[in-house]
């Protein structure tokens, strides 16, 4: 019923609409006469009453979003981990703080086709190990295409480019890849508040400097998020990473579950408390790994 | 002397006693007082069903007692007003009962106009199958078992949910409509709905005394004017005339006319249900294959690319 209700509110008094109200009503007319039950209903609808008035005349009101582009974030997570060197043994834990800023650019195409450019930075301090510190810069450009017709599947493909540098320091790199990265998404939606999302994710690196920690990522993903209140929400996920080293046919799994609870404090600020578990096996036994992280962050986002 | 104290405490206990029991006997009154309603208005034919008693017609301030049901017949209204000041108006042919004074209204089919002072405490108001928290607003709710359910925010925010699906809830903001099938496993997206054409034309406003929450809907009037000055919200030429699902398409001279204010005394002529003039109607009939929730799912996929 609403469906159909809806689709006539988003147009304006153009003839398509006359076109379609002579359509939809072929299409819901019931096939004999008229029929009033004791209830009050005719045909489905309020029998006509005296009273007819009493709530009013209802005009319905288009309301025009505009679509901004720009989106803008900024967070500071902080957290304790288990394993800061992800190293098989002699494990050493540490608190991190990994300030982060992000901008991009989302301009709409089409109705169901978005590009995105952006760029992220974010610097991770370690507490006391401050040798491990370093920064990680992206710098992104692709397009998100969405597909309503199944089931609002959604594609996304786009080069991203990644350097690390030593601490904040951003002229200092260590290590820099060129990648495209390709991301397929389902959504299944069980309610307004529920979400699961099903995804595999490739990134394939086509250049990079230093090939030694140059890899390909195939990656399969299970998402669920709940809206447990109007601004509180809670979200979970699943991963398997297959990574795939350009050198010393070195090959790891990786499994990671995390989960983060969030609470909106404003439309633009919310606070979360985040945990993840990663465990890793390679095919290099000295690679094995597992760490976990637990904390918390706080992050600003606006779009324009 | 003895005995003397001896008679006065036994006096005082028994005098304490009755006292107690006295009060004992007074709480379900005094506790039963607050949940009760006045009829404080009254056009027609309206019945009054008290548990376990055959329905006799109201008279202006009757009390309703908690756990009641009232009933308008056709052409007929009525004004509740419970004492924590918030009022129920009752359109015609429509069947209302409330347990527990607001915290519990039921609407078993018909329209009611209901007012929940912010501070009243928490009240909702339930169907069959959909149950909105009206706490602190001003809604107009109209249902028809296995029909529909239209829910209409004049000031407020309502939280509308389905029972037994949890998660499928929606908020109701100021100057927002929601039509939806009773029996659907998801409710729709609400849409904007220009509340002073509509404040203009209810009868069961224009027909009583002030509401009491008028100066919440005008501020709620004056932000859908400075959202259509600002062109972030325009007037379409759908309208509902009333109760019903039917969306009629009018013409601009139609919306002129309908514009103007309504008096009081004026009984709504044929001309406020148009039909030979329309451009054309919507049918919104309730179908079983028709669950609205695709659309919405759809568009918030598409509009966000996140």
Request: aromatic share 8%; with cysteine.
């Amino acid at each position: 019923m609403s469906i159909l209700a809806q689709a006539s509110f988003a147009q304006g008094p153009t003839s398509q609409d006359v076109d379609r109200a002579q359509l939809l009503q072929d299409q819901t007319q019931p096939p004999f006469g008229t029929s009033t039950s004791s209830e009050g209903i005719q045909d489905g609808h309020a029998a006509a009453s005296p009273n007819d008035a009493d709530i009013g005349e209802q005009e319905i009101l288009k309301r025009t979003t505009e679509y901004r582009p720009l989106y803008v974030a900024l967070a500071s997570p902080i957290f304790y981990t288990s394993n800061v060197a992800l190293t098989r043994s002699g494990e050493m834990s540490d608190v991190v703080v990994a300030p982060m800023a992000a901008m991009y650019y989302q301009p709409r195409i089409t109705k169901t086709l978005y590009g995105n450019f952006g760029a992220r930075e974010q610097v991770f301090y370690y507490g006391s190990n401050h040798a491990f510190d370093f920064g990680s810069l992206d710098v992104e450009a692709g397009l998100n295409y969405f597909m309503p017709q199944f089931h609002n599947l959604i594609l996304r493909a786009e080069y991203d480019f990644n350097r690390l540098t030593f601490d904040d320091r951003l002229g200092d790199e260590f290590f820099s890849n060129h990648g495209l990265i390709f991301n397929a998404e389902l959504p299944f939606r069980f309610s307004r508040a529920q979400q699961l999302a099903v995804g595999v994710n490739t990134n394939i690196s086509v250049a990079a400097d230093h090939q030694s920690p140059r890899r390909n990522d195939y990656e399969a993903y299970v998402a669920y998020s709940v809206n447990l209140t109007r601004a509180f929400s809670v979200n979970a996920a699943g991963r398997v990473v297959a990574r795939d080293y350009h050198q010393n046919g070195r090959t790891d799994v990786s499994e990671i579950l995390s989960a983060s609870a969030t609470y909106r404090l404003t439309d633009w600020c919310s606070i979360s408390a985040i945990s993840s578990f990663a465990h890793s096996d390679s095919n290099k036994d000295v690679f094995d790994y597992s760490v976990a992280n637990v904390g918390g962050a706080i992050a600003l986002s606006a779009r324009f | 002397m003895k005995k003397a104290t001896r008679s006065t405490r036994s006096a005082l206990v028994c005098t304490g006693v009755v006292l107690l029991s006295l009060m004992a006997a007074a709480r379900p009154t005094i506790a039963a007082q607050p949940n009760d309603a006045t009829i404080t208005r009254l056009v027609n034919d309206v019945q009054l069903r008290a548990a376990q008693t055959a329905p006799h017609s109201a008279s202006i301030n009757d009390k309703v007692a908690d756990g009641s049901s009232v009933q308008t017949g056709m052409d007929s209204r009525t004004e509740l007003t419970f004492a924590d000041q918030s009022l129920a108006r009752l359109s015609a042919n429509t069947i209302f009962s409330f347990n527990e004074g607001t915290r519990n209204l039921d609407l078993a089919s018909g329209a009611v106009l209901m007012r929940v002072p912010k501070g009243a405490g928490r009240a909702k108001i339930s169907t069959a199958r959909v149950t909105a928290a009206i706490t602190g607003t001003t809604v107009i709710v109209e249902y028809h078992p296995h029909g529909y359910l239209k829910f209409i925010s004049l000031e407020g925010t309502a939280r509308l949910y389905l029972k037994g699906r949890w998660g499928e809830s929606v908020l109701v903001r100021p100057g927002q409509i929601l039509i939806t099938n009773p029996d659907a496993k998801n409710l729709p997206d609400p849409v904007d709905v220009d509340l002073a054409r509509l404040l203009k034309t209810a009868r069961l406003i224009i027909d009583f005394p002030p509401l009491g929450s008028e100066n919440l809907i005008a501020k709620e009037i004056e932000k859908q004017q400075r959202a259509k000055s600002k062109k972030s919200m325009t007037d379409t030429n759908l309208v509902i005339f009333g109760k019903g699902t039917i969306v009629s398409l009018t013409n601009p001279a139609q919306m002129t006319a309908a514009s103007r204010p309504i008096s009081a005394s004026v009984t709504p002529g044929p001309d406020a249900i148009p039909s030979s003039t329309d451009l054309g109607t919507v049918a919104t009939l309730p179908s079983p294959g028709a669950a609205p929730n695709g659309l919405s799912a759809t568009n918030y996929t598409a509009d966000d690319p996140h």
